[in-house]
């Protein structure tokens, strides 16, 4: 049974004094929810804020990015063995934002996931279409190349570390959402993806988390699907409230 994963990706949003406020409300409001891993990706400067107020809760932290090299003159950079001493247990991987804006490749992000496997980091690796490439019927072939270049060249005991988050390019901060239907065929393909290079044990455990305008009033229709493992909230999380109504659902 895959146990199902709420990740909150915060992206450039909130100060550390913020990131305290958050945890004060979010935390009492998730204190029971047994059923789902817990997990808030803030930006790197309240990393430190946010692993302190988490500290002796379920809620786990992450970094948004991790460089591939494990030091080194990269101005700007930030590995992941110090997100790991920095109390990180996750790391997201290839969002589509870093991919359009920062020249993310499936080859960076495979550089990406190794190591953070190296430092000890899950990795939570996003895939998946832009607009265009859904309207023209090309979604299976686009998932097919990310997961293939940045993702399947891993070993099978790599890759048992790995989440995937299908996220619609067209449905990320746009406020339309997948439907249910359409995240599932997603999720479907990329587990058949799974199944094919790693085989049956790996495609039935691998968590597949949906990304994309996740909000309150859709959790329940999303995660009503069979392979759908969890979702990677961004505008969303940014709420206490409203992201502990999500890990709720
Ligand atoms: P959104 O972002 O929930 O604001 O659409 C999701 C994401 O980018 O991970």
């Not at 190591?115 to 998946?128: S, W, Y």
């Not at 067209?170 to 995240?183: K, S």
């Not at 940014?238 to 109504?245: G, I, P, R, V, Y």
């Given at each position: 049974?895959?146990?199902?994963?709420?990740?909150?990706?915060?992206?450039?949003?909130?100060?550390?004094?913020?990131?305290?406020?958050?945890?004060?409300?979010?935390?009492?409001?998730?204190?029971?929810?047994a059923h789902a891993d817990i997990l808030i990706c803030p930006p790197f400067v309240n990393l430190a804020?946010?692993?302190?107020?988490?500290?002796?809760?379920?809620?786990?932290?992450?970094?948004?990015?991790?460089?591939?090299?494990?030091?080194?003159?990269?101005?700007?950079?930030?590995?992941g063995g110090m997100l790991k001493a920095a109390g990180c247990r996750s790391v997201i991987i290839g969002?589509?934002?870093?991919?359009?804006?920062?020249?993310?490749?499936?080859?960076?992000?495979?550089?990406?996931?190794?190591?953070?496997?190296?430092?000890?980091?899950?990795?939570?690796?996003?895939?998946?279409?832009?607009?265009?490439?859904?309207?023209?019927?090309?979604?299976?072939?686009?998932?097919?190349?990310?997961?293939?270049?940045?993702?399947?060249?891993?070993?099978?005991?790599?890759?048992?570390?790995?989440?995937?988050?299908?996220?619609?390019?067209?449905?990320?901060?746009?406020?339309?959402?997948?439907?249910?239907?359409?995240?599932?065929?997603?999720?479907r393909f990329l587990r058949s993806q799974v199944r094919g290079v790693y085989g049956d044990d790996a495609?039935?455990?691998?968590?597949?988390?949906?990304?994309?305008?996740?909000?309150?009033?859709?959790?329940?229709?999303?995660?009503?699907?069979?392979?759908?493992?969890?979702?990677?909230?961004?505008?969303?999380?940014?709420?206490?409230?409203?992201?502990?109504?999500?890990?709720?659902?």
């Amino acid at each position: 049974m895959r146990r199902p994963l709420m990740a909150g990706n915060w992206k450039m949003f909130k100060t550390p004094a913020e990131t305290a406020a958050f945890f004060e409300k979010f935390l009492p409001l998730v204190g029971a929810s047994a059923h789902a891993d817990i997990l808030i990706c803030p930006p790197f400067v309240n990393l430190a804020a946010a692993v302190q107020a988490a500290s002796g809760s379920a809620v786990g932290i992450g970094g948004q990015n991790l460089h591939w090299a494990k030091d080194g003159a990269y101005t700007g950079e930030i590995s992941g063995g110090m997100l790991k001493a920095a109390g990180c247990r996750s790391v997201i991987i290839g969002h589509s934002e870093r991919r359009q804006y920062f020249g993310e490749t499936d080859e960076t992000v495979l550089r990406r996931t190794v190591a953070a496997l190296d430092a000890g980091l899950q990795p939570v690796v996003c895939v998946g279409e832009r607009l265009e490439e859904r309207k023209s019927g090309r979604t299976n072939d686009v998932l097919a190349v990310q997961f293939r270049d940045g993702i399947a060249k891993l070993t099978p005991a790599q890759f048992a570390q790995v989440v995937i988050a299908y996220e619609p390019v067209w449905a990320i901060g746009t406020g339309e959402v997948a439907t249910p239907a359409q995240a599932a065929d997603a999720h479907r393909f990329l587990r058949s993806q799974v199944r094919g290079v790693y085989g049956d044990d790996a495609a039935a455990s691998v968590r597949i988390l949906y990304g994309g305008s996740v909000k309150p009033d859709n959790i329940r229709g999303l995660m009503a699907q069979p392979d759908i493992d969890g979702a990677l909230v961004g505008g969303a999380s940014l709420d206490a409230a409203s992201f502990a109504s999500i890990v709720n659902f």
